[in-house]
């Protein structure tokens, strides 16, 4: 007798081809039915991969024969987009996609984008960090990945990448692939295909949230995500400078393009003012003053937010302590 928990069991040895979980964890498989000897159910699949489906096909059949040699195994397999008439996300595992960005380099997205994360993190949120500032990566540094390489799986015929982990967070960055002083030397297609490929071929698990830690301006890689994925918003960030602001509003004006239409989530101005630990009631504002508040009243965002310097904090910028801007936030120095 086919025992039909033990199919299921049977079943979570099968690996879904977009995030490396099982495919009963992914909700893949709907109506199984088992009656005598026959055992039947469907596979909903992400795309029309010819080559996929009929490896699935035979891995399910191969797996259930293992235990049940006498098992007539029927499966039909179907399209996601043919039950909801929409087209298929390249990751329908993460529920919502949140960019960090900015016009100006050095005013603080890596920064952000790590306090962004720990914090969802520490709300109970399953959150992923994608780097995708391809020629300035910062996250291996922050989250102190520095040196180490991601590992490869071969996946259904198909080399995947395995994300590291920092604070239980997958996390995916070009400085995990090339050494710390490479020169990264790349033209407009070939860094819209590693973005491509980080976002397709790495095996991202179920996340709540993927915060992608953008590059400055507006380039190809920008152009790339959007067109890639369903991004739900981004969080534009800038210094008090003028310069910075200048440049944030042209960014910020790319992602409310009709033929783009991100939505703006809010404005962090960081870098707002220096607090001596000697001096905790004196705000010196090193890069003057109005900055966010200028360029978070033109979309009228959700939110806006300023981080500020806090000396006995900043020593603390250290490799060892990578997590130091998440202290920051933590200790609720922010205004």
């Known amino acids: 007798m086919i025992d039909h928990n033990k199919i299921v069991d049977i079943l979570r040895n099968i690996k879904d081809p977009r995030s490396g979980t099982d495919i009963i964890k992914a909700r ?6 088992v009656q005598g000897n026959a055992v039947s159910f469907s596979i909903l699949l992400p795309g029309n991969d010819q080559h996929l489906k009929s490896q699935l ?5 191969e797996e259930i024969q293992k235990v049940y040699a006498e098992a007539d195994v029927n499966i039909h397999l179907k399209l996601k987009s043919d039950l909801s008439g929409e087209i298929n996300s390249v990751l329908p595992q993460v529920k919502n996609v949140i960019a960090v960005g900015s016009g100006k380099g050095g005013v603080g997205k890596s920064t952000v984008s790590v306090n962004l994360a720990l914090s969802l993190r520490e709300l109970g949120a399953r959150v992923g960090i994608l780097d995708a500032d391809v020629y300035g990566p910062s996250i291996p540094t922050m989250l ?5 390489r991601p590992k490869i799986e071969m996946l259904y015929g198909k080399h995947k990448i395995v994300p590291l982990e920092a604070f239980g967070m997958p ?7 090339v050494e710390e002083d490479q020169a990264i030397v790349l033209r407009g297609p070939r860094l819209g295909g590693i973005i491509r490929q980080f976002l397709q071929d790495c095996l991202w698990p179920d996340l709540d949230y993927l915060i992608i830690d953008l590059p400055p301006g507006t380039g190809d890689v920008q152009l790339t995500l959007v067109q890639t994925i369903p991004v739900t918003g981004v969080v534009m960030v800038t210094t008090p400078q003028q310069l910075a602001v200048i440049d944030a509003v042209k960014a910020m004006n790319m992602f409310l393009l009709p033929n783009v ?4 989530l809010g404005v962090v101005e960081n870098m707002a003012w220096f607090t001596p630990a000697e001096l905790p009631d004196h705000k010196y504002l090193l890069f003057g003053q109005g900055g966010g508040k200028s360029l978070a009243q033109k979309p009228m965002p959700f939110f806006s937010a ?5 000396r006995q904090l900043w020593k603390a910028v250290i490799p060892e302590n ?14």
């Open 171 to 177: 996390v995916m960055s070009i400085g995990f692939i």
């Open 57 to 61: 096909n035979f891995a399910c059949i």
């Open 306 to 310: 300023k981080f500020h310097w806090y």
């Open 322 to 335: 990578p997590a130091f801007q998440w202290m920051v936030m933590r200790a609720g120095l922010i205004s």
């Open 261 to 264: 239409n991100v939505p703006i």
């Open 28 to 33: 893949m498989v709907e109506d199984l039915q």
């Open 144 to 148: 102190g990945l520095k040196g180490q």
